[in-house]
């Protein structure tokens, strides 16, 4: 299994949210744009506006989970920010995940798995 690779700089997650492709839902919103990696990257905002330093921690374990066991669905190549909104802090695993993959789907980077 492969590890995940993260996004770290500033101007890497400005630049997915001005030039990236968005979809939202109640819980994410996730930005994608195409890089010149052959794998994805992936990076994690979760605001004070979800909570305090606990509530935001489990959101971001969740996220990154629910990530993690569906990376092999995904197309490569890309670099993929997702964001969590206020509503996600009360949210159980599966709304997550649920709402990332079809957010993921709206963006065309889910392939066919057989």
């Known amino acids: ?4 690779t993260s996004l770290k700089k500033n101007f ?11 979809a939202v839902s109640p819980f994410l919103a996730v930005y994608a744009k195409k890089n010149r990696y052959g794998f994805n990257r992936l990076g994690i905002t979760v605001g004070t506006k979800v909570g ?6 489990l959101v971001r374990r ?4 629910a990530y993690r066991l569906n990376q092999d669905r995904l197309c490569q190549g ?27 789907g709206k963006l065309d980077l889910l392939r066919d798995v057989e």
């Open 1 to 4: 299994m492969a590890s995940i």
């Open 12 to 22: 890497e997650f400005k630049r997915l949210y001005t030039r990236g492709e968005s």
């Open 52 to 57: 305090k330093a606990v509530t935001r921690n």
């Open 62 to 65: 969740r996220i990154r989970e």
């Open 78 to 104: 890309c670099d993929i920010v997702i964001v969590a909104r206020v509503r996600a802090a009360s949210a159980s695993y599966r709304q997550i995940e649920a709402s990332m993959l079809k957010l993921l």
